[in-house]
């Protein structure tokens, strides 16, 4: 068995269909932002490529509406953009703007802020964990606590059961 240098293995790898799918899809996520301007970009994410047609997500009807009159124009933009990277001519014949997947799609600030932490925001010992820990649960739904054994509780689950879920199990069971 002779060895193949790794160029040639990677040049049969990349040449699959699959392997071209995504390149395109690298290409025109790469390159959205400036087919579309920096005042549209923010309002707008692709999101798949279907049969040759780019889908996209914006963040209300009327984007979806204006985009729409302008698909061909930012088509052409990201053809040329894409042009002498890809091997086949035109890709992607057409744009479909959609709100049906923004919400998806796009995480909101806090989500992204979690997902971007550094080693520098760490907790620095164990007791600023759990002080962090507390302030983020008084925060946000567990701002009750359940009458039978003081733990933290959501509204719904007080409201429903008059107590966490936890005693809510326990006294079903202890009924049986």
Request: charged share 20%.
């Amino acid at each position: 068995m002779a060895f193949a240098p790794v160029n040639t293995i990677l040049d049969r790898i990349q040449a699959q269909e699959k392997w071209r799918q995504g390149r395109l899809w690298f290409l025109v996520v790469r390159y959205w932002g400036e087919a579309v301007g920096a005042l549209v970009a923010p309002h707008t994410r692709p999101t798949g490529i279907h049969r040759q047609v780019l889908q996209v997500a914006v963040s209300s009807g009327v984007w979806a509406q204006n985009l729409t009159f302008a698909r061909r124009s930012i088509l052409q933009k990201l053809h040329l953009l894409m042009a002498d990277q890809l091997t086949e001519a035109n890709p992607i014949v057409d744009i479909h703007f959609s709100t049906a997947r923004w919400e998806k799609v796009s995480p909101s600030p806090a989500v992204n802020k979690r997902q971007t932490k550094t080693i520098k925001e760490l907790p620095q010992s164990p007791q600023e964990a759990i002080d962090r820990c507390m302030t983020s649960l008084q925060q946000k739904k567990w701002q009750y606590r359940c009458p039978q054994c003081g733990a933290p509780a959501s509204a719904l689950e007080i409201d429903r059961w008059q107590m966490c879920r936890y005693c809510a199990s326990r006294h079903l069971l202890s009924q049986k």
